[in-house]
C-alpha cells in the first residue's frame, strides 16, 4: 500500500520561506504527475502546483513566482519550495496524484504564516 508522508511546516514570518518534503513509499513517482495541494481552514482543498514526470511544472495563479516544485525520483521525493510568504498561504498542505487519480492522503503538514 503506497503512503505519502508530507513534513516540513511549521510557523513562519511573512516574507520567510519554507521547504516542504512528500516522500512515498513505493514507485509512484517515476511516471505519475504529482502535485501539492493545499486546504485552509473552513476552505476546499485546492490544487497549488504540479510537476509531470519530465520535470515540467505548473502553478496555480495564487503561489506562481513564489513556489516552486521539484522531485527526485531516486529518493521518491517531492519538494514544495515556498518564498515570499503571505499569511492567506496559511493552511495544511498534502502531496498527491492529480484530481481523479488521487490515492490515500497522508497527514499533510501545517503551514502556518503569521508575525
Known amino acids: 500500500q503506497v503512503q505519502l508522508v508530507e513534513s516540513g511546516g511549521g510557523l513562519v514570518q511573512p516574507g520567510g520561506s519554507l521547504r516542504l518534503s512528500c516522500a512515498a513509499s513505493?514507485?509512484?513517482?517515476?511516471?505519475?504527475?504529482m502535485g501539492w495541494y493545499r486546504q485552509a481552514l473552513g476552505k476546499q482543498r485546492e490544487l497549488v502546483a504540479a510537476?509531470?514526470?519530465?520535470?515540467?511544472?505548473n502553478y496555480a495563479g495564487s503561489v506562481k513566482d513564489r513556489f516552486t516544485i521539484s522531485r527526485d525520483n531516486a529518493k521518491n521525493t517531492v519538494y514544495l519550495e515556498m518564498n515570499s510568504l503571505k499569511p492567506e498561504d496559511t493552511a495544511v498542505y498534502y502531496c498527491?496524484?492529480?484530481?481523479?487519480?488521487?490515492?490515500?492522503w497522508g497527514q499533510g503538514t501545517q503551514v502556518t504564516v503569521s508575525s
Open positions: 498527491n496524484k492529480l484530481p481523479g487519480y488521487v490515492i490515500d
Open positions: 513505493g514507485k509512484i513517482f517515476n511516471i505519475d504527475t
Open positions: 510537476i509531470n514526470s519530465d520535470g515540467s511544472t
